[in-house]
């Protein structure tokens, strides 16, 4: 993937990638903020954020309206590690949505009426979500078992909906001037655009915004797990299920890689070791995944599935235990790896068929210190071997770097 990088005086990083085979335009603002970055008495402002950015700046009472008169969409969303805004556009509006993304940075309203909407928006997508879906809440009870003093310990939605409730207005002015400012952002502009049209209308409309405090992020760093750690809840749900979280390296571990395909060969498809022993051979199962949650920072393997009537969480276990012990003992079978590498591969490659795509991991890859690394995932993918896949199973897939959350159905 081709691109252009520049800086502007206040700080804001400019990505430029060419793509004139359509007429259509996106541009992505990344603000590197997350639900990592919150205080923990007040968590949820990141995602309240991402709601409150389309309530009005200064200049422009309605984000959406303006937008739709020439062909736009917009939308965000909200992460542990940053917050992503996007705009598609036919391109030769493109200047419209510049306009109303550095009218937002500069001037947003904090309307008094908009911060009481948003916050009633975002009560109720915690209540909905979280508390009244079937095993909505299971992260909200696996996060504080896995994580013990790093943020990533509660979710985007925060920890409770006390914190919500309780914001005031000076505390959102407050984490506006913190996080939301040029130098804490990352602006790529894709698709039917030049490198100079590009400047020219950076220049004009994000240029004068002036810098911020710089933010230097200083983390408290979890402690490696030394117990094997579970908690059971019970909840209104259709059946039994189970969660168990292992701690793995951050993104830019050199084995972050490995990490993810050993994720794969345990849980990604029908054809993965756990699908096919727990769902198809022995029918304990309804369904089984293994998937990473992909944080920047130190994250997890998580392996979860949900049970058939009166089969046994201890039974569960044995088995799952024993599908690990194989794979440590005898490693991968014929073409395992290479299965799972093309199954990775081709999903990094379709996944950038689209241009908001592209867009979205060019602003990810810039976040990240690098962003040539948006080219290099194939290559990362395809230098995983199986002694190093197995040397990382066998550091990680133990007992006491284990956490696990039963969830019980009511009366079963």
């Known amino acids: 993937m081709k691109y252009e990088k520049f800086v502007l005086d206040n700080g804001l990083q400019v990505v430029v990638h060419e793509d004139h085979s359509t007429k259509v335009a996106v541009l992505n603002v990344l603000y590197n903020v997350g639900s990592r970055d919150e205080d923990e008495n007040k968590t949820g402002f990141a995602h309240l954020f991402e709601h409150l950015m389309f309530g009005g700046s200064v200049n422009i009472p309605s984000y959406d309206e303006p937008l739709q008169k020439v062909g736009g969409e917009n939308n965000a969303f909200t992460t542990p590690d940053y917050t992503n805004y996007y705009i598609s556009i036919p391109s030769n509006n493109i200047e419209t949505a510049f306009w109303l993304e550095s009218d937002r940075m500069l001037s947003l309203a904090f309307d008094p009426q908009s911060l009481e909407v948003q916050r009633k928006v975002v009560i109720e997508e915690f209540k909905q979500r979280y508390l009244d879906q079937p095993y909505g809440d299971a992260w909200l009870n696996m996060k504080p078992m896995a994580y013990k003093v790093h943020p990533y310990r509660w979710n985007t939605i925060g920890k409770e909906i006390s914190h919500i409730e309780d914001a005031t207005m000076e505390d959102v002015k407050a984490f506006f001037k913190k996080f939301y400012i040029p130098n804490n952002a990352i602006l790529v502009v894709a698709g039917d655009v030049t490198l100079e049209q590009v400047k020219t209308l950076a220049e004009k409309w994000f240029a004068p915004i002036p810098a911020g405090e710089p933010y230097h992020r200083n983390l408290p760093q979890e402690p490696t797990q030394a117990e094997e750690r579970s908690q059971t809840v019970e909840g209104n749900v259709p059946m039994n299920a189970f969660y168990r979280a292992y701690h793995m390296p951050e993104r830019l571990h050199k084995k972050y890689h ?72 005898d490693g991968l079978k014929l073409e395992e790896l290479e299965k799972v590498k093309m199954q990775a591969e081709s999903s990094h490659v379709f996944s950038e068929v689209e241009l908001l795509n592209r867009a979205m991991s060019l602003a990810y890859y810039t976040l990240l210190g690098d962003t040539d690394l948006v080219n290099k995932e194939t290559e990362a993918i395809n230098a995983v071997t199986e002694d190093g896949l197995i040397a990382e199973a066998k550091k990680m897939l133990n007992k006491t770097n284990c956490s696990t959350l039963y969830y019980q159905k009511k009366g079963a």
């Open 258 to 329: 490995t990490i993810d395909l050993l994720s794969d060969v345990l849980g990604r498809g029908k054809s993965s070791r756990l699908y096919a022993k727990l769902v198809k051979e022995l029918k304990l199962l309804n369904l089984i995944s293994a998937s990473i949650t992909g944080s920047i920072e130190p994250g997890l393997l998580v392996i979860s599935g949900k049970l058939k009537d009166k089969v046994t969480f201890e039974e569960v276990d044995q088995v799952v235990d024993a599908e690990i012990e194989a794979l440590l003992r």
